[in-house]
């Protein structure tokens, strides 16, 4: 099945906020095997100037896909996930992820292309606390493979 | 690591991080991310890939490692981009795939920001392209 095209441009209303705890931040922290203690040491943040234990960087991709589920998992868009690979990543931070943190993420489908036999697809996500407060913005790029058409 | 103390152009130590089946199941669950191809070598092998693939975040996550380990407390990464040129393939033993990152001093920007081109290969292949961060020093 090729991918819905109508779906470009489209924004994904943002879903139930996603509160950022301790124990998912060192959940994280231990799946990528990176032992800083700012992951999970409170006093070894706040002696690094947080309020809290910090996300690693990459963790933004865990509030991301919360909200990009919606996108391409919406039926009506047509992605084969078992075909997907990730192509392109990038974050722009305003701050880091702070344990304590309610964040939601809203998406917006920003490209849609074909590479070859290859089609790819763009999203935006935005990540701001629930008082509004912008945390990040992230542009991921999957690619379907031989999902041109 | 101050920006002070910084110089463009300087070489990062490598390092190398590994990437067994154990660490894949483990971001899957951390990371929410359950696409078959990251733990069923039935179905990766069916879709046309040589075994199951690391996730490319996974990948990401160890270049970002390198960045944060690089810059020390009291930095804040602000751009973090990669584009991902190559699959991490993790075969089905003890010791799975290693992933190797370089990186380099690329730029002195004003804020006391520190631009840093990355290098990641894997079995001899480029898994990462065009990998960029952007670091805020104290």
Redesign the interface.
Known sequence: MAINREYLGRTFPAGEPYEVSRVKIADFADAISDPNPVYRDRSAAQAAGYADVIAPPTFAIVITMTGSARAVGDPGLGLNYAMVVHGEQRFEYSRQIVAGDVLTAQVTISDIRDAGRNVMLTTQTEIRTVQGEHVCTAHSTLVERGGAG | MSYDEVQAGTELAPAS??ATRL?LV??C?????F???HWNER?ARS??LPDV?A????T???A??Y???WAG??A?????????SS?VVVPDDDIGATIEISGKVEEKLDGNRVALALTARSADTKVLT?ARAVVRLP
């Open positions: 991080y590994p660490s483990k971001y669950g951390a990371s929410g991310d696409n078959v191809i179905i879709v046309g693939i996730h490319g975040m996974f990401m996550a160890q970002g490692r960045v944060t380990d407390p009291g804040a990464v602000v751009e973090f981009g990669v584009r991902f699959m065009r």
